[in-house]
């Protein structure tokens, strides 16, 4: 696994800033200066020595799409992690056995913000050749299957927030359809006011903790105001058992089942806000998928945006599962520490749930002291892990929810 | 502009899109961007652009097409300079 978070980048720091509650979110003067509403975010602490290690110069120089380049160093990192041979030489043959599924959001926006102005002045000869692979929306997919040599299936879905999980799901698909043996999954976003600020026009980021940056996420809180938008990338390699075995990877969980669907905009359901008889269905579908109870969850890694629709999902998974109370399984968010991450989140918070099933602990929901009481009427208010705790875990659940009312869950079990 | 000149300030700008900076230090006037140096082709257009820059002159079209070797890059530019 590979991960490019607000909080921490690479595993072994990421896993420290998850167990300590360590937010990722700044002040950013820039949206302070454009005149947004909300002027924190997190952004993943990227140096010019990190990106040395992953680019070359030139590399570099044709590479400036943000996203892109978070999704790379997830996706190498986690490639490497996987025990998979890097760097691979220009001479080896494809591995037609492997392929990339890695879904973006805006991730080259600062690209195309440079390339509309060049054609605007009449100067649409000077955009050279790195425009496209920077600005198309698979070319996150397309430069680590160049990286990596990869031969089966290289490809970027994109649902919104849904993303990541949604790619986690298709490469589980991908893999259980016989079609290949190896699929690095994930996804990546961007940063900035152009890519937020619609969401901040459209009132739904967090404006109220401008100067207490590391309490605007909060999740399951009374006092949620908001989404906080962040950015990054996680990336997963999803191998068939047997060839993991066979090689004697690093297994860090099996993954169990994975369904997605939409909830069509109807039953309440619209653009932005979800059906519940969607995300119930999704949530059935996973449990089926997976060929599990709803008892045997031990613990969800929640959407959990800091927004209204927190009540909305804890009480979607209550209906869904049949559970209350303190028969709920224990509940974090990731989101409490790193905000939003857009089309990225959904793959960093499933390395983070891996992390959490392999390492038997739970990481803190941080700003979440004053439980919403809508939650707590569904739910026991410790299932909700307010410091890190350590905890036998054999099922996680992962979901997360879209734009366009669309959803995916995964469901991870500890491999032993 | 004398040629040496050129010559400096071309090397550096093809320098950029040559991963492996070994292959420079055999260069040559006959020295082919694509065959000899493993120039992505499709940066070729960079170096023209990047060309216009340094120089700061134009490269026409049917120029362009023939800056494939240093010697051809360096008679554009020489050409292009005296015009």
Redesign the interface.
Known sequence: MGVVAPNAIGLGPFTKAIQDGLSGIRFLPEMESLKFACQVGGVPPITDDILSKYF???TL??LQAHGIRFGCIAGIDAWQDAGLSYPVEKEELPNWDAGCIFGAGMSGMSVIRSGIYKVDEGKV??L???LIQQTMPSGVSAHLSGILGLGNQVTTNASACSTGTEAIVLGLDRIRQNKAKIMLCGSCDSYGPYVWGGFDSMRVLCRKYNHEPAAASRPMSESAAGFVPGSGAGALVLEELDHALERGATIYAEIIGGYTNSGGHRQGGTMTAPNPIGIQRCIKGALSDADIQAEEIDAISGHLTSTMGDVLEVKNWSEALGRKGSNFPKINALKSMIGHCLSAAGAIESVAAILQLHQDFLHPSINCEDLHPEIAEIIDPDCIPRQQISIPLNIVAKSSFGFGDVNSILVFKSYK | MQEKEIIEKLTAVIK????DKGVLEGITPETHLVNDLNINS??L??II?DTEEAFDIEIDDESAEQMLTVKAAVDIVSSKLSA
Not at chain 2, 16 to 19: A, N
């Open positions: 070359s110069d030139l120089k044709q000869k000077r050279g050749s790195s | 950029t899109y040559v991963e499709a940066h257009v960079d652009l």
